[in-house]
């Protein structure tokens, strides 16, 4: 049913005539149901077309596309695509960079995954993770930054065969400020996302070298952006520390994060050995995704 200016005024007509004032309420309440009925029939379907088209269209866009481009791809004015481009951005199925380029955002690659059952990191990253751990002795894991976006959440593990070790278990979720693994998730998430996360942590000193502030944590989140690397020493376990290196999409989206954590004494003497090995095995990952990267989709 189409929904146009008549068709409200019919909507909104109340009759006056005859009854209560609480039958004309009634009225009233009931063309305002027959209104959204007819918004809901007509309105709704073309904001879900539209929705489907720039994702469609996003998703065969290298290098990301313009609002001017992605109009005239869906067929519809840019007035109409801004509000749905802002709330697809704060979700995060598409991304938006400086340069005003729209591309398809992680929570995308993230439904994708879950829909096609094309969940394959785990398997991708385990050799890595044993290499790993035969080369340092350490615990190996790899995790994602979880769907509720507060937290990270290990996707798969390998573990140490050293009777003084560290070890998590699969699908356990983890703090964001103050592991290696949920700095990293922080550190390479979407502008977007990554300042949702920040505006909800609820910091909480667990040892005395615990991120407290988001001052502090944003300038460590900087620095983990520039170096590649992100580690953390006594943070949340006084006695246990570990470091993570990201695997990267093509055009530098985070897939997942590798980490080894171990006995705190040991990753101090080590951690140059330790971080050369990490930094290594994501290098060797992100390659991997490259090659194919609609294979090899993140289960955020």
């Not at 149901?33 to 290298?62: C, N």
């Not at 909800?200 to 005395?208: G, L, N």
């Not at 502090?216 to 006594?234: H, K, Q, V, Y």
Request: glycine share 8%; hydrophobic share 45%; with cysteine.
């Amino acid at each position: 049913m189409r929904f146009t200016g008549a068709r409200l005024l019919t909507a909104l007509r109340i009759d006056t005539r005859r009854g209560s004032a609480g039958d004309v309420s009634f009225r009233f309440n009931e063309n305002l149901a027959h209104i959204y009925e007819m918004t809901s029939s007509s309105i709704a379907p073309l904001s879900v077309r539209r929705i489907l088209g720039i994702l469609e269209m996003l998703s065969s866009a290298e290098g990301g596309q313009t609002l001017s481009g992605i109009a005239r791809a869906v067929g519809a004015p840019k007035t109409s695509l801004i509000t749905l481009l802002a709330g697809l951005a704060e979700e995060g199925y598409v991304s938006r960079d400086e340069a005003g380029l729209y591309r398809i955002g992680p929570t995308s690659f993230s439904l994708a995954a879950r829909v096609t059952g094309a969940i394959q990191l785990p398997g991708l990253v385990r050799p890595s993770l044993q290499r790993l751990v035969q080369a340092t002795g350490e615990t190996a894991l790899a995790g994602v930054l979880s769907s509720s976006r507060d937290s990270v959440v290990y996707i798969e593990k390998v573990d140490s065969q050293n009777p003084m070790s560290c070890s998590v278990p699969v699908g356990s979720h983890r703090e964001l400020y103050c592991t290696a693994l949920g700095k990293l998730a922080l550190a390479f998430s979407n502008p977007e996302i990554r300042e949702r996360c920040l505006s909800h942590i609820d910091f909480e000193a667990a040892t005395d070298t615990t991120i407290v502030s988001r001052f502090d944590l944003e300038a460590a989140l900087e620095c983990i952006r520039s170096t590649g690397i992100a580690t953390a020493l006594d943070e949340r376990i006084r006695g246990a520390s570990g470091i993570a290196a990201p695997i990267l999409t093509p055009d530098g989206q985070l897939v997942a994060g590798i980490a080894l954590i171990g006995p705190s004494a040991r990753v101090a003497r080590c951690i140059e050995a330790y971080t050369a090995k990490v930094i290594d095995e994501a290098r060797a990952l992100t390659h991997l995704v490259a090659a194919a990267p609609s294979t090899f989709i993140t289960p955020q």
